[in-house]
């Protein structure tokens, strides 16, 4: 059997058809699932692994987010026709992290947020992720620094100024993720902020945001005068 005739053959030539006449306008989540697994599995009808895998991962996000082992699951998906899935996820993540390198990041709050939500929105386990920034706010490089559990992550100052020496960072902007999907910061978030914009500011690196991602919003500390409250605080305690 050919790629000509075997099972669904016509329907995945119409869906690339539909794609490069319209993008994915129209597309169900599924069919774009199917898409993407037919870029490694040239004889096989991908209809039915992508519907599986979606009603298994219940969104579209939870598919591209899902590990290999966890895709390798679903009947009809394997090591080879993976490859479609996980590679469209990095492709993403580093054209966004290209678009946000070597701009002012506190000019681009859009961009910023585009990559922290594919970045780190849908992940299952909390991620504390640092921007590091030269003397005029341009961003020079991204880390994930610490990775958790469901409900939070062990985040250690020392660590953080190590990284921001290592980018030879002036500046910093922090985010994490609420796998709960709320964004409201925890007491726990507070205080390790506090901890880190006092630990940066003794070697004059300044912290000037922390971005809490929820499931569709968002919370800033900038935004909410944590951070200037916390720079106040500084100013104080330096003065005993």
Do not use: W
Not at 194 to 210: D, N, S
């Amino acid at each position: 059997m050919n790629n000509s005739t075997h099972k669904g053959a016509g329907h995945r030539q119409r869906l690339r058809e539909k794609f490069l006449q319209s993008g994915l306008t129209g597309f169900h989540d599924y069919e774009v699932i199917e898409l993407l697994l037919t870029l490694a599995t040239p004889q096989k009808d991908c209809k039915d692994p992508a519907k599986d895998a979606l009603k298994r991962f219940k969104t579209f996000q939870g598919v591209i987010e899902a590990s290999p082992k966890e895709l390798c699951e679903v009947k009809g998906i394997g090591p080879k026709n993976l490859l479609g899935i996980k590679l469209i996820q990095a492709v993403a993540r580093r054209y966004l992290k290209k678009r946000l390198i070597n701009k002012d990041t506190l000019s681009n709050t859009r961009e910023v947020l585009a990559y922290l939500n594919h970045t780190i929105k849908n992940k299952k386990q909390e991620c504390f992720m640092a921007i590091f920034m030269d003397a005029k706010n341009n961003a020079i490089a991204t880390e994930t620094l610490f990775t958790g559990t469901l409900s939070g992550a062990d985040i250690y100052p020392r660590e953080v100024l190590t990284a921001a020496l290592k980018h030879n960072a002036a500046a910093l902007m922090f985010a994490h993720n609420h796998p709960s999907g709320h964004s409201d910061p925890s007491p726990e978030d507070v205080l390790i902020t506090r901890q880190l914009v006092f630990a940066c500011k003794l070697i004059g690196i300044t912290v000037h945001e922390h971005i809490v991602i929820g499931e569709n919003e968002h919370f800033s500390f900038a935004e909410n005068g944590y951070i200037h409250k916390m720079n106040q605080d500084f100013k104080e305690f330096t003065k005993k």
